[in-house]
């Protein structure tokens, strides 16, 4: 081939492969075993000669290897990813390189993850399954293992963006939810939806749902049964929900958290989940992944997943195919497929700009 690609780790499906291939590339998968590869092993793999890389969530994009693949003829990197918080954009505009993350193809899985972890949360069904299996059912009680009725309830969503605004929809309309989010940006989809279900449902002799847009990240936090955080991380975003805030939620609330880690103060999260043992979590993401704060593996009131929100077959091999669809498109000299440099599409299309 005629240009060098290197992908970090092995990724799903042959599309992504074949794309390349095809346009001229020779492809280089690492598959060292390591699960986290450190700044020197990409040095290494990015070698003396590299047109772009495919990397991943967990290596650190900085000015270290952005200044290797300019030095090695690089144009190119994509996040296998939505999020680039581990990506230095302005480090890697600097030598000239290009950066993509691969939205959209993420979006209802990560939502559908959201939701999984909001509903597990509300029955307890992970306290449940191990009580099962420690062999401690004796027989159907009036009190056992009671949870939270959603219907009726108010979902809480902080940042309504594209994974933000799926989650609400199916919170609303498969649950019959009220809903109250907070954004910098007016979701106006996602309001007419509520609105034009509300209606329906009053149609039908139903409880109508309601729809509110929060003046702050308070309001939600204080009012919502159920919230879940869809923000970007960056240093706005950076603990968002401390321990002044967690003491604003109500005290038997769910918290579920599928965006980036430090969005939460993990600390304060494992002390308030010691102090209110009504209050539940569901978490896929983690302050300094892989590992837990100390305490929070113990609580019976949280449930923890390893970073899978986006794990569904077809979206990780879209992801992959976005990736190197993003790669292929700046060798070629076309603008990159998906640059985060620019404004997002989805907020364009459907949102007002803060007045
Ligand atoms: C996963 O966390 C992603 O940002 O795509
Ligand atoms: C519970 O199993 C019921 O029948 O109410």
């Given at each position: 081939g005629k240009y060098r690609v290197v992908s970090t780790k092995p990724m799903p499906g042959t599309r992504w492969i074949n794309l390349l291939v095809d346009q001229g590339c020779r492809v280089e998968i690492c598959h060292l075993k390591k699960t986290i590869l450190s700044v020197e092993d990409i040095i290494e793999l990015i070698g003396n000669k590299c047109d772009g890389v495919i990397g991943q969530l967990t290596e650190d994009w900085g000015e270290t290897l952005f200044s290797a693949l300019s030095k090695a003829g690089g144009k190119v990197?994509?996040?296998?990813?939505?999020?680039?918080?581990?990506?230095?954009?302005?480090?890697?505009?600097?030598?000239?390189?290009?950066?993509?993350?691969?939205?959209?193809?993420?979006?209802?899985?990560?939502?559908?993850?959201?939701a999984s972890l909001s509903l597990a949360a509300a029955r307890r069904i992970v306290e449940a399954d191990g009580f099962m299996r420690a062999g401690l059912y004796e027989g159907w009680l009036p009190h056992l293992f009671v949870g939270n009725l959603l219907k009726g309830q108010t979902v809480g969503v902080i940042g309504a963006g594209r994974i933000g605004s799926a989650y609400a929809r199916m919170m609303v309309e498969g649950f019959k939810m009220n809903l109250i989010y907070f954004d910098l940006y007016q979701s106006t989809r996602l309001e007419k939806f509520v609105t034009a279900y509300g209606q329906f449902l009053k149609a039908n002799g139903e409880q109508p749902v309601t729809w509110k847009r929060a003046s702050s990240m308070e309001e939600v936090l204080r009012e919502a049964d159920l919230i879940s955080l869809h923000p970007v991380l960056d240093k706005t975003t950076y603990h968002l929900v401390n321990k002044e805030r967690l003491a604003m939620m109500k005290k038997e609330a769910i918290l579920v958290n599928c965006s980036r880690g430090p969005v939460i103060d993990e600390v304060a999260l494992v002390n308030h989940l010691r102090e209110n043992p009504m209050f539940r979590v569901g978490l896929d993401v983690f302050e300094e992944e892989p590992f837990m704060k100390p305490g929070l593996a113990d609580m019976k009131n949280a449930i923890v997943v390893p970073h899978i929100a986006s794990a569904s077959k077809w979206t990780r091999e879209g992801m992959a195919t976005l990736a190197a669809l993003n790669v292929l498109g700046r060798i070629k000299g076309y603008p990159i497929w998906s640059d985060p440099n620019r404004v997002d599409p989805f907020l364009n299309e459907n949102a007002s700009p803060p007045n």
């Open positions: 990197f994509s996040n296998m990813a939505v999020g680039y918080n581990n990506v230095d954009v302005e480090a890697a505009n600097k030598y000239g390189i290009a950066v993509g993350n691969t939205p959209g193809v993420l979006t209802e899985t990560t939502a559908e993850l959201a």
